[in-house]
């Protein structure tokens, strides 16, 4: 028999933040993790005034790994959670410099009536930690150091709740609600205990990063990029690019991401080394190159691209940002796409919730995989083929030589590697790119329900 009375020791909000609600361990919804993606759906469903259980496995701040750079589709994102980005910490930035050999290219975010003329970067060790507060503040209930071990299931098969140990002593709990939210990662635990698999058809890469001081570069105003990266010289192509992200505190993120392949490059262990010849190859005025300037160890992590966990919801689970293979095959960017799944999360939960017929409550649930086709579908499956197209060297070879030195193709390209068109009062570029994405065929995701092999009710 497991505990329901609620952990006093793991309720209270993140310093600084609002009182957390007082409340047991049920609720209307619970949200497990809270990276962007959890906090995301958490702070808009609390906004609509639900009770939202938020369950984080670690205390704040934490490390993450990640690039720590955000275009202006996660800037909007930000302000939608009523981030204040002009608070000190962000570090704002005009666009991005993409290198290739010798060659360098500078391109401008572009302003529209969508999107904001600028992007941003912040370390993810608080970064979350801002976006979880920001949730407590909208009147979710945040537990940390609460690691979820299992969806709990009923007699059909339907989530209803999780088994979660918490605190250090780490007391078993068993929270219910008629909705879970999974935002627990690439590890996508909850979703794996359901049966439902990655598709190994999409893309999958592997990044590294590490900080280093660097007077010279932390104040940059642009995102700097390199493609043409190569194992050694005269070597192919690699299927990825590297990373100079200047964070306005004295440290710039340094790091390499690789679309996954059979070969040199695949695996963690041989990035890192490529990391290091990389960043000897870097100007020495940067200090990126002594190991003198480096802060903490090199890092590493999966991405999950292209929607390649699926269903996105089964049987009262839905799945959000990594958990659901939601980091776009075009950039490797993830923020965004998991705050925006947060939030389309958030709207179609909430209007479930206010059908008190269950049929009715279950149809509009199966509106959440459509609503995430219907706005990225297209373009993922279209960067699917671009990512494979990477891990081919002449494919590759000629983007970097060739794509990544024109500036009017990189002004054109930035719009699409990083989703910044605009559809409502756009140019013609965006029209241009608009009609590419739409011609790509669609497939309408359909409900399934996988195995089961969990704890039932």
């Known amino acids: 028999m497991t505990d329901t009375t609620p952990?006093?020791?793991?309720?209270?909000?993140?310093?600084?933040?609002?009182?957390?609600?007082?409340?047991?361990?049920?609720?209307d919804v619970i949200v497990v993790g809270a990276g962007p993606a959890g906090s995301s759906a958490a702070y808009h469903l609390a906004r609509q005034g639900h009770d939202v259980l938020l369950l984080e496995k670690s205390d704040f701040p934490r490390e993450k790994v990640c690039g720590d750079g955000l275009t202006p589709r996660a800037v909007q994102q930000l302000h939608r959670m009523g981030i204040d980005t002009s608070a000190e910490g962000?570090?704002?930035?005009?666009?991005?410099?993409?290198?290739?050999?010798r060659a360098s290219v500078e391109v401008d975010w572009p302003e529209s009536t969508r999107f904001p003329g600028y992007g941003l970067t912040r370390s993810r060790h608080d970064f979350d930690d801002i976006l979880a507060r920001q949730a407590v503040r909208a009147g979710a209930?945040?537990?940390?150091?609460?690691?979820?071990?299992?969806?709990?299931?009923?007699?059909?098969?339907?989530?209803?709740?999780?088994?979660?140990?918490?605190?250090?002593?780490?007391?078993p709990v068993t929270c219910?609600?008629?909705?879970?939210?999974?935002?627990?990662?690439?590890?996508?635990?909850?979703?794996?205990?359901?049966?439902?698999?990655r598709d190994p058809r999409r893309p999958m890469?592997?990044?590294?990063?590490?900080?280093?001081?660097?007077?010279?570069?932390?104040?940059?105003?642009?995102?700097?990029?390199?493609s043409d990266l190569r194992a050694r010289p005269g070597g192919p192509a690699l299927p990825g690019y590297g990373w100079v992200f200047p964070m306005g505190d004295g440290r710039v993120n340094a790091g390499l991401g690789l679309v996954s392949r059979p070969g040199p490059g695949a695996d963690g262990g041989d990035l890192?080394?490529?990391?290091?010849?990389?960043?000897?190859?870097?100007?020495?005025?940067w200090g990126l190159g002594d190991e003198e300037n480096g802060e903490g160890p090199v890092r590493g992590a999966a991405l999950p691209m292209g929607h390649n966990r699926r269903p996105h919801y089964t049987r009262g689970l839905v799945l959000v940002g990594d958990s659901g293979g939601m980091v776009s095959p075009w950039s490797g960017e993830g923020i965004p796409y998991a705050m925006e799944s947060g939030e389309v999360a958030a709207e179609i939960v909430g209007d479930a919730l206010a059908r008190p017929d269950t049929a009715w409550r279950e149809r509009v649930l199966h509106q959440y995989p459509r609503e995430i086709h219907r706005r990225t579908g297209r373009y993922y499956r279209l960067g699917t083929v671009w990512a494979a197209m990477l891990t081919r060297p002449s494919a590759a070879s000629f983007v970097s030589r060739q794509l990544f030195r024109s500036p009017?193709?990189?002004?054109?390209?930035?719009r699409l590697l990083t989703n910044l068109t605009d559809d409502r009062g756009g140019d013609a570029v965006d029209r241009v790119l608009g009609t590419l994405v739409r011609a790509v065929p669609?497939?309408?995701?359909?409900?399934?329900?996988?195995?089961?092999?969990?704890?039932?009710?």
Do not use: C, Q
Request: zero cysteines; glycine letters at 10%.
């Open 442 to 457: 669609a497939r309408t995701p359909r409900p399934s329900a996988p195995r089961t092999g969990t704890r039932r009710r």
């Open 205 to 226: 890469a592997t990044a590294v990063r590490r900080y280093y001081r660097s007077p010279a570069k932390h104040a940059d105003p642009y995102l700097d990029v390199w």
């Open 272 to 285: 890192r080394r490529l990391l290091d010849t990389w960043l000897g190859g870097l100007p020495a005025a």
């Open 90 to 101: 962000w570090h704002r930035n005009r666009g991005v410099r993409f290198f290739s050999g």
């Open 7 to 27: 952990p006093a020791a793991t309720a209270p909000a993140p310093p600084g933040a609002a009182p957390a609600p007082a409340g047991g361990p049920d609720a």
């Open 176 to 197: 219910a609600a008629p909705v879970v939210v999974a935002a627990d990662g690439v590890s996508a635990r909850l979703a794996v205990a359901l049966g439902v698999e």
């Open 141 to 171: 209930r945040l537990w940390t150091g609460a690691r979820v071990t299992a969806p709990v299931v009923d007699r059909t098969g339907r989530v209803s709740g999780v088994e979660a140990v918490v605190g250090p002593e780490k007391r």
């Open 408 to 414: 009017a193709a990189m002004r054109t390209m930035i």
